[in-house]
């Protein structure tokens, strides 16, 4: 069973290998720093995310870099509006970023470079470019040489002559042809500058991941990844830069993720329909918000609305109540016997399917149904008025070792909250110390915070409402 990988540039599923054995080399494009990130900017986070736990699940170390754009038109006009500076909104929004990712359950990655951290490296590369032909200078603005680079568009699938439109934002006489895109933009009065060969300006968009992917990763990277929308043209451009300077193919492989819908309309602006993430997490657990973002095949598009997010609260419920009835009955376990042959098979068998999905393109979808088959398989077996201990101990084993890479459930207090531990607890004991009135007491009190509890004969069982 070898990881199959869908590349955007071949178009077609290939199996991976990485450039060095046991080790990887992921980039994946950050956000521009100007506002808080939205539901749209979630789905990359949390996928990729995903994408590093499940490599790392299969012994690769995965140096993972993520950068900020922290320098841009929209950080100015962000900056003219707060009445602030440049910096000042950069660093407002990083915080941001890092409240809404660690509220997400998704790690920093190994580093989170930043363009204006960076301006000398930025400056080195668009030099090459010069240098090599690729560039030149027109007052004070650098210009790429699109048509100097045969492959142009091989990324996108589209020929030049179709994607010329695409590029051009306005007519600017300035350039050699429509299509070149900028590299170093002149500065405006009053502007945040810094110094460069071409005078005082600052990195085009396309210019600082090119720049950047090369400094720390190296000419040639494993992965390279994002959201559907940055194909073209930030990766086309990134593309033709960079192997414009090193004469190498930038990534080995490609990964994109495909948009979200909002109520089965794109999100945007004009339809004043987007999703902040701090306002998702105000009002869903991060478990159901990473279930709704994997439940959809990555490559697809995927649609938020009141049911699709509900659909996960319930969902992450039902898993949450198995995991939790499990561990209850393990702690009052002391059945010694192996486990069943029959449990070993069924356990092999669901660990085997989670592998395979994950193998095949990172199919989290297909992944969370043997979390299902694993609930199913804890429910059969807590039926039982006999259980081993180590039964219940390898039901966890299994369970831990999916959410690890999924990491549906990446907080103990998401599972079941101490509290609550603790009340279900003294209540087994009121119960055998035959303190019925406070074992009734302490119902009422799990009640009013949703947890419903089940006395069977195999014990007590809890629920959520």
Known sequence: MALQIYNTMSRM???????????IKMYVCGPTVYDYIHIGNARPMIFFDV?????????????????????DDKLIRKAEELNTTVADVAERFIAAYFEDLEGLGIRHATMHPRVTENMDIILEFIQSLVDKDYAYAKEGDVYFRTRKFADYGKLSH??????????RVEVDKRKENPEDFVLWKAAKPGEVSWESPWG??????????????????????????GGQDLQFPHHECECAQSEAVTGKPLSNYWMHNGFIRIDDEKMSKSLGNGILVKDLRKAHKPAAIRYFMLSTHYRNPLNYNADTIQQAENSVDRIANAVNNVKHRLSASDQASPVEASLA???????????????DDFNTPDAITAIFEWVNEANLLLQKEVVAKAALEALLELFNEMNEVLRIFWQEEELVDADIDQLITERVEARQNKNWERADEIRDLLSAQGIMLEDTPQGMRWRRK
């Open 345 to 359: 098979k069924r356990l092999t068998e669901i660990r085997q399917l989670f592998h395979e999905k994950m193998q």
């Open 158 to 167: 589209q020929k030049l002559d179709e994607l010329q439109f695409g590029i």
């Open 13 to 23: 599923k290939e199996e991976f290998v990485s450039i060095t054995p046991g080790e």
């Open 51 to 71: 994408v590093r736990s499940y490599l790392e699940n299969q012994q690769y170390k995965v140096n993972y870099v993520v950068n900020f754009t922290d320098v």
């Open 200 to 225: 005082a300006g600052r990195p085009g968009w396309h210019i600082e991941c090119s720049a950047m992917a090369r400094h720390y990763l190296g000419d040639t990277l494993d992965i390279h990844g």
